[in-house]
């Protein structure tokens, strides 16, 4: 009985450490959305961006915020090295996906959007941030 409740431990824990580097990964998109939206507003530029130069910079944006989030959470939240290969994965996907919800919202409130407000740019942040983390944390 004491090993299943381990096990369910374990599984749990696991869960959570998930959840926290999604959780860390939501906050720096959202953080780079609040700085987007400002500059936005700032330069008045309105019209659409090209996409891939704005996935690259996207993806250069969340490789600077991977190496941020390391310096100021030096320490992953996941341990076991197979969840760390399975976070880099699934958690820029489930980032993407919220952050095409975000855009969906806002537009559906008559907000302008940013492309990073969209699957494609999201998860290009997400996964270069989840890399960093991946390679160069501890």
């Known amino acids: 009985m004491e090993v299943l409740f381990e096990i369910l431990f374990q599984i749990l824990v696991g869960i959570l450490e998930v959840c926290a580097e999604l959780l860390l990964q939501v906050v720096g998109e959202a953080l780079v959305e609040w700085i987007g939206h400002g500059i936005k507003r700032i330069l008045g530029r309105h ?3 090209d996409s891939r130069l704005a996935a ?5 944006a969340g490789a600077a915020a991977g190496g941020v989030s390391l310096w100021l959470v030096p320490a992953l939240f996941i341990e076991a090295g197979w969840l760390r290969l ?3 994965l699934l958690t ?3 980032a993407g996906l919220f952050m095409a919800w975000m ?4 537009r559906r409130r008559g907000k302008e959007t940013l492309l990073l407000e969209g699957f494609a740019c999201g998860f290009c942040f997400a996964l270069a941030m989840a890399a960093v983390r991946y390679a160069f944390g501890k």
Do not use: K, V
């Open 47 to 49: 019209g659409p961006a």
């Open 56 to 60: 690259l910079g996207y993806g250069l």
């Open 86 to 88: 399975a976070n880099l």
């Open 92 to 94: 820029p996907l489930a």
């Open 103 to 106: 855009g969906r919202l806002r």
